[in-house]
């Protein structure tokens, strides 16, 4: 059982570039939801879905878009990266929408210069 | 939108000394939880509260669900080395309201733990 995982550790963008950052998660949860952190600050909500099929707006959304084809996976799709895009995202889930505890994956630090 | 106030943004103590963090908010929660997230990893649940006055205990922690709602404190007794790191309380909806899921995170307490 891996839990929550994310694929790249790091990466490297360009002013511009488009990427996706890759969420699984293993354990058959049906909340999965994206965060960024800055230096300082907690985590905030991205985009989450509820379920296969069902995505929404977290408090950050503005950049970034989201899909969920399959109850495992999660991928965050970076538009068009901007410098204030630079931060670590982590992406977690949960085993029912109505369930607030969360399991983390280990992050993505993204660096876009 | 709702915000968290987590004090102290810092905190450098020596091995075993007890720690106490806390959290506040202007709005009304009902769930609590406290995470902490090692250095490089993503963070990791240490305890959830559900009631106002609840009272919850894992091994040397202690977090409390404050009365009002709109507070909660974490202790850790007898620190040691492996405790460094960031502590991050969240603040959420009821459990099996689909917002539970939601939860708003204070900005963290570093803890820096000397041998």
């Known amino acids: 059982n891996a839990g929550v995982t994310q694929t790249p550790k790091f990466q490297v963008l360009k002013t511009g570039q488009s990427m996706t950052l890759q969420c699984a998660q293993d354990?058959?949860?049906?909340?999965m939801s994206w965060y960024r952190q800055d230096p300082g600050m907690g985590l905030r909500l991205i985009h989450y879905s509820v379920g296969a099929g069902i995505t929404d707006q977290g408090e950050v959304p503005n950049g970034y878009n989201v899909s969920r084809s399959t109850t495992e996976d999660f991928p965050l799709r970076l538009l068009s990266a901007a410098p204030s895009q630079t931060s670590v995202y982590f992406c977690?889930?949960?085993?029912?929408?109505?369930?607030?505890?969360?399991?983390f994956g280990p992050g993505t630090r993204l660096t876009v210069t | 939108g709702q915000q968290l106030n987590q004090s102290p943004q810092s905190m450098f103590i020596q091995e075993g000394e007890d720690v106490s963090m806390n959290c506040t908010s202007s709005?009304?929660?009902?769930?609590w939880l406290w995470y902490k997230q090692d250095p490089g990893e993503g963070p990791v649940l240490l305890i959830a509260?559900?009631?106002?006055?609840e009272l919850t205990s894992n091994g040397r922690l202690t977090a409390q669900f404050g009365i009002t709602r709109k507070d909660s404190f974490l202790n850790i007794s007898a620190s040691i080395p492996s405790d460094v790191g960031i502590y991050f309380c969240?603040?959420?909806?009821?459990?099996?309201?689909?917002?539970?899921?939601?939860?708003?995170f204070g900005d963290g307490t570093t803890l820096t733990v000397k041998p």
């Open positions: 509260l559900y009631k106002a006055g």
């Open positions: 977690a889930s949960s085993i029912l929408a109505g369930v607030p505890e969360q399991y």
């Open positions: 354990m058959n949860h049906e909340y």
């Open positions: 709005s009304i929660f009902n769930t």
């Open positions: 969240a603040g959420g909806a009821a459990t099996y309201n689909t917002n539970a899921g939601k939860s708003t």
